[in-house]
Nanobody, 122 residues
Framework: QVQLVESGGGSVQAGGSLRLSCAGSGYTIGMGWFRQAPGKEREGVAHIYTGSGHTAYADSVKGRFTISQDKSKNTLYLQMNSLKPEDTAMYYC??????????????????WGQGTQVTVSS
């Protein structure tokens, strides 16, 4: 059973950068980053197919965030630049075990990490 452990969250001012890591990734069809802000639903942020490396992003982060993987380390990354207060949320990595839906559909993922908090102040 794959276990995922996120790290790299923290507090940063608007315009700053953070890099999230997710150890234990790479054994499934794809990997995704999701986030959940208080009172809001969990939403897809980025996705990468572990085989081809093809990526996809939510419109809200396109051009600012970059998802990548290091297969030799079984680690997934999310580089977040030009952070905004609205990026504040708990960030989760997830292993995609189904490929019959859209990448941001949470039902495609059956293995989740415990989350890491990102707080962006204005």
């Amino acid at each position: 059973q794959v276990q995922l452990v996120e790290s790299g969250g923290g507090s940063v001012q608007a315009g700053g950068s953070l890099r999230l890591s997710c150890a234990g990734s790479g054994y499934t069809i794809g990997m995704g980053w999701f986030r959940q802000a208080p009172g809001k639903e969990r939403e897809g942020v980025a996705h990468i197919y572990t085989g081809s490396g093809h990526t996809a992003y939510a419109d809200s982060v396109k051009g600012r965030f970059t998802i990548s993987q290091d297969k030799s380390k079984n680690t997934l990354y999310l580089q977040m630049n030009s952070l905004k207060p609205e990026d504040t949320a708990m960030y989760y990595c997830a292993a995609r075990t189904s490929n019959d839906g859209l990448w941001y559909d949470r039902r495609q993922y059956t293995i989740w990490g415990q989350g890491t908090q990102v707080t962006v102040s204005s």
